[in-house]
């Protein structure tokens, strides 16, 4: 029943976002709603189940952290921006029938993604286990491994924004701080942050969380090979100094860059 009642959840907060974005002739929004539909996932789990474990808890603290610094970080950058390239360009290569198409294809496929990533936050309230020892461990373990991945998307985020703000940079390429060891540590960050988040959910030490896995797995799938990392590598492949950047750092673990 978790499932079903997250799942409604979701479908109606999607459908008030693409009537939003809609009405600003904006499919960009759809952004703005991935933060939020993870919060809507972790808190309608954690009251319909009523399970306030230790683990449950953790995990919707850390969704919520998550979720709101990048509504915040989207919204306050996009709202009243132009709709993002990524759109525009759906646009012109749909041609007709645009809100259909964007319904579908933007909106519900991406409520369809956000709910199999969701597995782990699902999970770790449908367990109702008390943890021992381990368990808290895991917890701990878990925790730490999230606090880098949010040092990373959250701080990468800032500097690349800094960067950006200074005409000074205008066409340039940011290779310092966190860009410095990876072209994309905001993608790194995100990933490493969902691996944590199943970690947490498996401090139970029961079967069924270990299934979540699915969820860290298709994030690092669609940040590595399908939405994230591929889009932005192609805006600059034509671009030298990108080029040139991209030959001594690594394109999304974190390493020392190549001389």
Do not use: C
Request: proline share 4%; net charge positive.
């Amino acid at each position: 029943m978790l499932f079903l009642v997250n799942a409604l959840a979701l479908f109606i907060f999607f459908n008030l976002f693409f009537v939003i974005a809609q009405l600003k002739k904006n499919n960009g929004i759809a952004d703005m709603a991935w933060g939020l539909g993870f919060i809507v996932v972790a808190i309608t789990s954690l009251i319909y189940q009523g399970d306030y474990s230790i683990q449950a808890i953790a995990v919707t603290a850390l969704v919520l952290l998550w979720g709101l610094r990048l509504f915040f970080y989207i919204g306050l950058r996009n709202w009243s921006k132009p709709e993002d390239f990524r759109y525009v360009e759906m646009r012109k290569k749909w041609k007709t029938n645009v809100k259909i198409k964007a319904y579908f294809i933007v909106f519900m496929l991406q409520m369809s993604f956000l709910y199999v990533i969701s597995l782990p936050i699902q999970l770790v309230n449908l367990v109702r286990v008390d943890i021992d020892m381990t368990g808290y461990v895991i917890v701990l373990v878990g925790v730490i491994l999230w606090l880098i991945g949010f040092y990373f998307e959250a701080v990468g985020d800032q500097q690349l924004k800094n960067f950006k703000k200074n005409p000074e940079n205008k066409g340039k390429i940011l290779s310092t701080g966190l860009w410095k060891y990876t072209r994309h540590p905001n993608y790194f960050g995100e990933a490493l942050m969902w691996w944590a988040v199943w970690v947490v959910s498996m401090s139970s030490l029961s079967l069924i969380p270990l299934y979540g896995i699915v969820g860290p797995i298709f994030i690092t799938y669609l940040l590595l090979f399908v939405s994230g990392v591929p889009l932005l590598e192609k805006k600059y492949k034509n671009n030298e100094a990108f080029q040139a950047y991209a030959k001594k750092t690594s394109i999304f673990f974190p390493l020392p860059p190549k001389k």
